[in-house]
C-alpha cells in the first residue's frame, strides 16, 4: 500500500509544515527515474527531496543527506533556481502532488509508466522530467482545472465526507482494491482511510509473497512475515521500505548470481573429470614411445629421411607400423620418439593428480551449494562470493566494467550520446561499449571522432531529429568541424567491422546510411561533465 492514495497523502500533510517556507537550490538527477531537491529548509539546514518515477516503484522522500556524484549528474530547471517553496499538496482523488513556488508549480504525478515530475511556469510554459508529447501536456493542464489541491488533513476529511454524501466511496476510482475488500458501507471505509493517515504504519516482509508491505498497525498480516517495524510517519516507513525491499532484491539477485556461477564450475568440473578419467583409463604410452625410438635405433640402417611410415618387426616377432615425420632425418624421429616417451609419463602422472584435485574442487564446490540453501543474509551471501573469488573472475570477464573515458552528451533530456577522443579511445567506443542495436556515426572522407547513441530499448523508433543531432556531434569533432555542411555516415553498431589489420580508430562498413548536418553541437545537447 505504499503508493495508496492516502499513505501519499499523509506523506504530503507530514512533509507541509517541514517544507513550507524552504528554498529550492538545486534540482538534479543521478540515477535513472530519480529527480532530486536540494533544500534550504527555515532553520538553515539542508534537506533532499527525492521522487522516484519508476513504474512500479513510485515514492517521495525527505532525506537529510545526499551525495551528489561528479559524474553522470544532470540538472534540472536551472533558470528558476533557486526558488521559494511557498505550499505542498495533493489533489483530492488523484495522485498528483504539486510544489508551489514564487516562479512555478512544481507536479509530481505517478500514473503507472507515465508517472513524472515537471514544471509550469508563471507563464504558463511546460518543462517536463520525462519526455512528454504534446496531446498529454495539453490534457494535463486542461485537468488541473478540475482538480481540487489539498495540504492538510482536516481538508481532506472534510471533502471526502462531503463526496460520500453524494458517491460510493467502494466504486472511487481513488479507493485502493485493499479497501474496497473491507465493504461497500462507506462509514467502513472511511474509518479504515482514518487509519491509513494517522495510525502507526506497520512495515514488514512477506515472505510467502515474496515482496515488502506496508498497512495501518491495525490491518490484518500475514502469517509469514519477517523484518516487523511499525513507524509514526511516512518518510520513515517509506525509507525502511525501501531498505528492506532492495536489500531482499539484492539477496536474491546475489544468490542467484551464485547458484549459476556454482552450476556452471560444477559442469565445467565434471567434463573435465570426465576427460581425465577417460585419459587415465586408456593408460599411459610411454612404453610404447619408447619401444618405437629402440625399434627405429636398432633399424637405422634402413630408415631414410622422407618416409612418412615404416614398418619394423618387434622382439616378438610382431610386425609394428611406425609414423615418421618425413621431414626431419632418421636419428630425429629418434629423439622425437624418446622425447614423446618422457612427456607421456610425465603428462600421465600429471593428468592422475590433477584428476584428485578436480575432483576435490567439485566436492568442496558441491558443499557450497549445499550451504548456499540454508543462507540467509545478504551479507553470508557476500562471504560465499569471497570465498569463491566471483568478484575477480567476473570483473576479469566483464569488458562493461573497464573504465572508458569517452565525451558524453545528452540529447533531449534523455538520449546518451558517447564520442570518443582519439584511435585507441575510437576503439573502445566501438569494440568495447558500443551495444550491437546502438547508433554509430562518423563523418565521412575524414579523420574524427566515433560516435555511439545508446539505445536503451530496441523497440523505440529513434527520432529523425535526434539522429541528426548526433550526427551535428559527430561532425563538430572531426576534420569537418569548419565546414558549413558536412556528410556523416550512421548505421547500427552490428554493421561496424574491426579487424587486426586496421590501424586505431579505422573500421569497416557492411552498412550505412549518410545525413547532412551542421557541424556543431546542437543546443538540445548538454554535455555531462566527467
Known sequence: MFRNYFYLARDVFELNPILKGSQILECFTQEKEKLILSLRLKDDTSSFLIFSTHPQNQFVQIRQNYSRARKNTFSFFEKYLPANLDDISIAFGDRIIKLRTNGFTFYFTVQGNKSNCLIIDNSDEFISFKKTDEAAKVKFIEDLDKLQFLNNIDDLNSTLTNFSVTNSLAKASFISKELKLIGSVNSDIIKSIEQILQSPIHVYYDETAGKARMSPSLFKTPIDITGSKYFSNYNDAVTYFQSINYQRQSRALVKENIEKYIDSELSKLSTKNNNLMARINNGSKDLTYKLYAELLLNNLSVTKKGMKEITLTNYNGEDIKIILDHKIAPSQN?????????????????????LQTTQQKYEELAAVSKKL???????????????????????????????????????????????????????????????????????????????VLRVENTKEIIPKKVLENAASVAAFYSKSKTSKIAPVAYTLKKYVVKNKNLAPGQVILTKEKVLLVKPEIPSNVQQVED
Not at 629418434?334 to 590433477?354: G, H
Not at 569471497?386 to 570477464?397: F, H, I, T, V
Open 334 to 354: 629418434i629423439e622425437r620418439y624418446y622425447e614423446k616417451s618422457r612427456d607421456e609419463k610425465i603428462n600421465f602422472q600429471k593428468s592422475k593428480e590433477l
Open 373 to 451: 540453501q540454508s543462507i540467509e543474509t545478504l551479507e553470508q551471501l557476500n562471504e560465499i562470493r569471497k570465498e569463491l573469488k566471483m568478484e575477480n573472475r567476473q570483473s576479469e570477464a566483464d569488458p562493461q566494467k573497464e573504465k572508458f573515458n569517452f565525451r558524453h552528451f545528452i540529447i533531449d533530456d534523455k538520449y546518451h550520446l558517447y564520442v570518443g577522443k582519439d584511435g585507441k579511445n575510437n576503439d573502445q567506443l566501438t569494440t568495447r561499449f558500443a551495444k550491437q542495436n546502438d547508433y554509430w556515426f562518423h563523418a565521412r572522407s575524414v579523420s574524427g571522432s566515433h560516435a
